[in-house]
């Protein structure tokens, strides 16, 4: 079975933090991506990797930025976290889009 | 860009019930995924089906292509069944899957 493994399921951080969430995957998949999940607006993509040190915007990349140095491993980096990155952030890893994504337990984020 | 709606928005049924979840798109598509989401957050994969009729257990998903929908359908019904399903498409040409706002299904002892 594929596994994908985000390295904590709730997080407190402060406002202004630099903050890491981490996600690695075992199935030697080429894609990877964050979503975050808010009440009323559904999954929106934040970025996603096709590759190694390669990096594309989703619909919400505002406040985020990416890093993909290994094919397993894909962060999402909060740079200065603000009270609305408050969210639920989901990983998922794919082959290719055509035979489906699987997904991470989720982050609970929440920033004070 | 494809839409995706899914209905209804909420579903109450007792155990043992059966249920039937709809997912419309707006444009055609070569996959079609459904997902469950427990109540820790977790998307849990349950089908992938571009087409015709896939069954696991309790569980069978149906999409017709040519019509730009899919159905999922829910047997005897368990408690353990409650959460979010989703339905998702991805986007012609881009790496990226849209998502329906999903369908909340709470099952009652």
């Known amino acids: 079975d594929v596994k994908v493994t985000q390295s904590s399921r709730y997080l407190v951080k402060r406002t202004g933090e630099k903050v890491f969430l981490e996600c690695v995957q075992d199935?030697?998949?080429?894609?990877m991506f964050w979503y975050r999940q808010d009440p009323g607006l559904g999954l929106r993509l934040i970025y996603f990797?096709?590759?190694?040190?390669?990096?594309e915007k989703g619909d919400i990349p505002e406040g985020y930025s990416v890093s993909r140095e290994k094919k397993e491993r894909f962060s999402l980096i909060l740079e200065s976290a603000s009270t609305n990155q408050t969210s639920m952030y989901l990983c998922?890893?794919?082959?290719?889009?055509?035979?489906?994504?699987?997904f991470g337990q989720g982050t609970r984020l929440t920033v004070v | 860009g494809i839409q995706v709606e899914q209905s209804p928005p909420d579903l109450i049924l007792q155990e043992g019930a059966n249920s039937t979840l709809r997912c419309n798109f707006s444009?055609?598509?070569?996959?079609l995924q459904w997902f469950h989401q427990n109540p820790w957050g977790q998307l849990i994969n349950l089908f992938y089906?571009?087409?015709g009729t896939k069954q696991n257990g309790r569980l069978s998903a149906t999409t017709v292509a040519t019509e730009r929908y899919s159905l999922l359908y829910i047997s005897s019904s368990q408690t353990t069944d409650s959460g979010v399903y989703f339905c998702?498409?991805?986007?012609?040409?881009?790496?990226?899957?849209?998502f329906g706002q999903g369908t909340r299904l709470t099952i009652n002892p």
């Open positions: 998922a890893s794919s082959l290719s889009l055509g035979v489906g994504a699987f």
């Open positions: 199935m030697d998949h080429e894609n």
């Open positions: 990797s096709y590759d190694v040190k390669m990096k």
């Open positions: 444009d055609s598509v070569n996959n």
């Open positions: 089906i571009p087409s």
């Open positions: 998702a498409a991805p986007v012609q040409g881009a790496q990226k899957l849209v």
